[in-house]
Structures are given as structure tokens and as C-alpha cells.
């Protein structure tokens, strides 16, 4: 998808070292909403749709997959760790955070005798790619 002269600015805004916080967050946004208007024609499948992110080299083949690691970027992260105060921009990123302190390991490979399992989903997802 070809990026127009609106997003760049506003990705140039996020990625700026002199922005307020409130800034980035409002730019990420805007960047959020011409994201969805713009990929919404897309069909899953069709080939990898890449992250917009100034540096960020990372394409997925679902849309979702998409929203979900473009939520990494967004600088409004209210789900904070009780343990260490990290802070995430989704629930889910914060669960499967909290299982590397509890050392709880649910997600399981399901490939013919293979007895790996991880405590995080984009660790699984990685050891399906290899």
C-alpha cells in the first residue's frame, strides 16, 4: 500500500525526538485511522502487507496481524506490568508478558511430536517459521 504525503508527515511526527508525548500519540492516531481506511480494501492473502513504521521492516499476511504489531508502536501503553512496570499496548501483550514471570509456557507447538511450548505467541509463531 503506497503511503501518501499526510502519513509520512504525521510517522516523521511520531518518530520525532522534540514531539510531546500528547503529540505522538494523537499523530499515532490519525496513522491508526488512515490505516484502517486504506488497508480495508486489501484481502488477506494477497501478499504481505507491510508495517508503515518509519524502520520497521516487519510485514504480516493478515490484516489483524498487521493492527496487532502496529499496536507495539502506539505510545499510549495503560496495561503495565505489577512486577516490573513495563507497559503494553494491548491486554494480550501484558498476559503473555506476565507468563515469562510465572514461567508459565501456554502456548504449545502442534507439529507431530514436537514437545516445545512458549510463553509467549510470537515466540511460538517464530518456532512454526523455522
Sequence with gaps: AKINNNMNNLLEQLASCTATEEQKADAFSQI?????TQYDNLVDGSGPIACPML???RAYKTKYSL???FQTHNPRKPHSCTICNKS???VQYLRD???LHSG???YKCDFPGCKASFSQAGK?????RQ
Design 104 to 106: 508459565d509456557k501456554p
Design 67 to 69: 493492527w496487532r504489531h
Design 55 to 57: 524502520n520497521c521492516k
Design 88 to 90: 503494553f499496548s494491548l
Design 97 to 99: 508478558h506476565m507468563n
Design 124 to 128: 511460538l509463531s517464530f518456532h512454526k
Design 32 to 36: 491508526e485511522h488512515q490505516l484502517k
